[in-house]
């Protein structure tokens, strides 16, 4: 005879991305792990364990190696829903009176902070272009520990292609010395148009309209971050 073992409960969704996946929610066992580093503040430790969670409660639709780090984050937000509970409490400060009120956040409103951008290319001059990419978690990883000091090795993580009127190269084909050459070509000013690219992408978030409790201005925020989500 063997002992009973609790059925979970899996659930559909349609990631930013467009893919349908099947998920499932927390359990004791990614809880654990999630304690771990909850008051944690080294991003690299918060996105190690949000990859190692996804990747177990994901069931089918996806490999978590193929998702961006978009809809990682979104399963990841509807995986915590799904297990502990839709309503997030934050700290809101007005933007009129500037004292601070705490707001309830439905997590299960999770979307986009924008559209996507209509085009991917960025144009380096008359006849040099890129195309950048949405990252994945592991990109994000790495971005998230060179953006401030090393925007040249940030950019071989964003960078898909480099085109020019007669062909197009797939950047990750490229030799590391081709690599190389071509991030060191690159001007200060055009590292800038590709970091500011990358800033048009949207990110997950969740809308929420509040009234000020102090001062009754109303205002809709965009909850974001990662670290919001993370009790
Ligand atoms: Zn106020």
Redesign the pocket.
């Known amino acids: 005879m063997s002992i009973p073992i609790l059925k979970t409960p899996e659930y559909n969704t349609v990631l930013p991305s467009g893919r349908e996946v099947v998920y499932r929610p927390f359990l004791v066992k990614e809880e654990k792990v999630m304690l771990t580093i909850k008051e944690s503040k080294n991003v690299k430790d918060i996105l190690r364990v949000m990859k190692s969670v996804v990747s177990g409660c994901l069931l089918s639709g996806a490999k978590v190696d193929e998702l961006t780090y978009n809809d990682t984050e979104h399963l990841f937000i509807l995986m915590r829903c799904r297990s502990i509970g839709e309503e997030v409490e934050i700290t809101h400060k ?1 933007k ?4 601070e009120s705490p707001v309830s956040v439905d997590i299960s409103n999770v979307g986009l902070s924008k559209p996507m951008p209509e085009s991917d290319v960025v144009m380096l001059n008359d006849e040099v272009g890129v195309t950048i990419k949405s990252l994945s978690v592991d990109a994000m990883t790495k971005v998230a520990n060179t953006v401030e000091s090393d925007p040249l090795e940030t950019i071989q993580y964003i960078v898909r292609t480099i085109f020019n009127n007669e062909s197009v190269y797939e950047f990750k084909d490229l030799s590391k010395d081709e690599k190389k050459e071509f991030v060191e070509s690159l001007s200060l000013s055009q590292v800038k148009n590709i970091m500011e690219k990358l800033e048009e992408y949207p990110r997950c978030s969740i809308k929420v309209d509040v009234t ?1 409790p ?4 109303q205002e809709t925020i965009n909850v974001e971050g990662l670290e919001n989500f993370f009790t």
């Open positions: 007005c009129k009176c500037e004292k000020c102090h001062c009754t201005e």
